[in-house]
């Protein structure tokens, strides 16, 4: 198993551009999730998915759209990027869904972002 | 608004010593309590957890225990290791809804040979 996969590792983009994060996973979890990690700062949810067609919105989710179209996909979208999203981003996943779950999220190795 | 508060910042030990992070939380539907380890350049890594049951859970050198009633929980490193050198997130997780994260500010160990 590759794990939890995310392309690209660094990215740099000019104010106003949009990407698309990629992040796969290979485990079929039905639960996947979108964090930012700053300094000082922790990591802070952005949108999260319990399942395929599914998503809801996080502690910090403007700026960001997501879908969940299959259950080994959970793109994250910058329609328009801002130096505020200067960020490292992370995805996770874990078997279960609901609240107070035991299993273990995995990380996957981060997406560094710059926003100029 | 942190809802999971972590101390130190920072904390530099010496090899063999114990290292201590501490978090406290408000939210009394927090329902799972784990630990992440991250290296530099890598994703968090799950450590070791504790539900709010059991007052404390022990994991070879790692041992988290738990204050129900201060709702505070810390990790113990016991015998501290220049490889344990890492930032460490303490986290929350919800009784109900999504299987969220909440995380604290983090801790960066450095364990001096």
């Known amino acids: 198993n590759a794990g939890v996969t995310q392309t690209p590792k660094f990215q740099v983009l000019k104010t106003g551009q949009s990407m698309t994060l990629q992040c796969a996973q290979d485990?079929?979890?039905?639960?996947m999730s979108w964090y930012r990690q700053d300094p000082g700062m922790g990591l802070r949810l952005i949108h999260y998915?319990?399942?395929?067609?599914?998503?809801d919105q996080g502690e910090v989710p403007n700026g960001y759209n997501v879908s969940r179209s299959t259950t080994e996909d959970f793109p994250l979208r910058l329609l328009s990027a801002a130096p505020s999203q200067t960020s490292v981003y992370f995805c996770?996943?874990?078997?279960?869904?609901?609240?107070?779950?035991?299993?273990?999220?995995?990380f996957g190795p981060g997406t560094r972002l710059l926003v100029l | 608004q942190q809802q999971v508060k972590q101390s130190p910042q920072s904390l530099i030990v010496q090899k063999g010593g114990i290292s201590i992070i501490n978090c406290a939380y408000e939210?009394?539907?927090?329902?799972?309590f784990p630990w992440y380890q991250q290296f530099p350049g890598k994703g968090p890594a799950l450590l070791i957890a504790?539900?709010?049951?059991?007052s404390e859970k022990k994991e070879g050198r790692f041992t988290i225990s738990f204050n129900k009633s201060a709702k505070q929980f810390s990790l113990h490193i016991m015998d501290s290791q220049p490889g344990d050198s890492a930032t460490y997130f303490c986290?929350?997780?919800?009784?109900?809804?999504?299987?969220?994260?909440?995380f604290g500010t983090g801790t960066r160990l450095t364990v001096i040979p």
């Open positions: 504790i539900r709010p049951d059991v």
């Open positions: 986290a929350a997780v919800p009784q109900t809804g999504a299987n969220n994260l909440f």
């Open positions: 996770a996943s874990s078997y279960s869904s609901s609240g107070g779950a035991t299993e273990t999220q995995y």
């Open positions: 485990m079929n979890h039905e639960y």
């Open positions: 939210n009394t539907a927090f329902d799972y």
């Open positions: 998915s319990v399942g395929a067609g599914i998503t």
